[in-house]
């Protein structure tokens, strides 16, 4: 399978612009005025090549804030082998810290089959990283860096015909306008446990 990188500029129109230089995976602006206008690759959606599972199942976690020690111990204590055939779709705040970021996300890597991860807002703050980052963009670019020498997916992928497809963006209850949806049950928090822990 081959993967074309094609750009995604967020619905702006596509022009060459000499205030901008590559940068991994990113054409990044020179001028901060410019960041409206500049352009990212992303990867366009690919089959996975290498999952031969026919049966499994995708767990979805957030929060886990392993920056607390009684956090990163829960991440320590989830099996080693019962979910080398599953996907664990990890939905931001990880950890402020880039060390236990990236602790985290090996930690899960080695217990999951498939390890999916969009940035939530805690994973870009720098305020314990010292003088780490310039911003929460280059931390961003950092993470991002860190998922993929960890075989992290961050980009959209399918999975025997289950496409996942992380987001970066964020989500605020003001945003939705739908009226919610009744009749769907949502499994107590001990149920989810029981499965991660059986």
Same mark, same amino acid.
């Given at each position: 399978m081959v993967v074309r990188p094609?750009?995604?500029?967020?619905?702006v129109p596509q022009q060459s612009s000499n205030h901008c230089h590559l940068r991994g995976d990113a054409l990044l602006p020179t001028r901060p005025r410019d960041l409206r206008r500049s352009c990212i690759k992303r990867a366009e959606v690919r089959p996975t090549?290498?999952?031969?599972?026919?049966e499994f199942r995708v767990f979805a976690l957030s929060d886990l804030h392993t920056d607390y020690r009684e956090n990163m111990k829960w991440v320590e204590c989830l099996s080693a082998s019962k979910h080398r055939k599953d996907v664990l779709i990890v939905a931001g705040d990880v950890a402020e810290?880039?060390?236990?970021?990236?602790?985290?996300?090996?930690?899960? $890597?080695? $217990?999951?089959?498939?390890?999916?991860f969009t940035p939530g807002n805690h994973d870009l703050w720098c305020r314990r990283e010292g003088e780490g980052y310039h911003d929460s963009l280059e931390k961003l670019n950092k993470?991002?860096?860190?998922?993929?020498g960890l075989g992290v997916e961050t980009q959209p992928l399918v999975i025997n015909g289950l496409g996942i497809i992380p987001l970066l963006s964020w989500y605020h209850e003001s945003f939705d306008k739908e009226i919610n949806i009744t009749g769907y049950r949502i499994p107590p928090l001990e149920m989810v446990i029981y499965f991660l822990f059986s």
């Open positions: 094609f750009p995604y500029c967020g619905g090549d290498s999952w031969n599972h026919s810290t880039y060390q236990n970021f990236y602790l985290t996300m090996a930690l899960l $890597k080695e $217990k999951f089959g498939h390890v999916f993470l991002l860096g860190a998922c993929r």
